[in-house]
């Protein structure tokens, strides 16, 4: 009778100790799953941050200010535009009417300027 009342001290103490290191893993686990939902909080937060400040800096107002300023860019007008055929010649973009030419030619197309020349 003895032995098996030692056997159940030994069982029940097993438990006591299992049970105790199982409520430690669980509180470690609570407080490392709390830990991680603030942080995911944190750089939602973060993420809306620089989602507004990302649509701020793509303004038009503010891309043509920064194009004006630092590239020196203009607004192009018919006088500084010029058009430029497919065989690399040059087409003035306000020229009076010239004669109708013999062959056909490439449409024009024109290109950016940038900056004063």
Known sequence: MIRLNLLLLIAVLGSAIYLVHTQYMSRQLFTELHRVELETRRLELEQ??????????????????????????????????QYVRQDGTVIPAVAAPAPAPAAVTAPARPVATRGAH
């Open 48 to 81: 809306d941050r620089l989602q507004v400040e990302k649509r701020a800096q793509a303004t038009p107002l503010r891309i043509e200010k920064l194009a004006k300023e630092q590239l020196k860019m203009r607004t192009t007008t018919p006088a500084i535009t």
